[in-house]
Nanobody, 120 residues
Framework: QVQLVESGGGLVQAGGSLRLSCAASGSISSVNHMAWYRQAPGKQRELVAGISSAGSTNYADSVKGRFTISRDNAKNTVYLQMNSLKPEDTAVYYC??????????????WGQGTQVTVSS
């Protein structure tokens, strides 16, 4: 069994910061691409940031310069540092990972989601 467990969401005032974490656990051989998505009420889920196993990153235009994605390959964990938060960043944030389990069939896994609320 393989799962992603997220932590770090919460309520913060505009201009504040939060750090999200997502750890992959279980019978894992390797973790390839990892990413953060978000979904606001009434909107489609959108990509926030992604990072390859080699550390190459990409960001949505709306978060460039404010959010930073990073990972610790030894811990199979991805982070999202969110600074200068805005009310429009309010959403449920989901971790996503491309995982090769020990039994060899590639899995695309999602976390359970963590709520981020930014008050004005």
């Amino acid at each position: 069994q393989v799962q992603l467990v997220e932590s770090g969401g919460g309520l913060v005032q505009a201009g504040g910061s939060l750090r999200l974490s997502c750890a992959a656990s279980g019978s894992i051989s390797s973790v390839n691409h990892m990413a953060w998505y978000r979904q606001a009420p009434g909107k489609q889920r959108e990509l926030v940031a992604g990072i390859s196993s080699a550390g190459s990153t990409n960001y949505a235009d709306s978060v460039k310069g404010r959010f930073t994605i990073s990972r610790d390959n030894a811990k199979n964990t991805v982070y999202l540092q969110m600074n200068s938060l805005k009310p429009e960043d309010t959403a449920v944030y989901y971790c996503n990972a491309d995982i090769i389990p020990t039994w060899g069939i590639r899995l695309v896994c999602w976390g359970q989601g963590t709520q981020v609320t930014v008050s004005s």
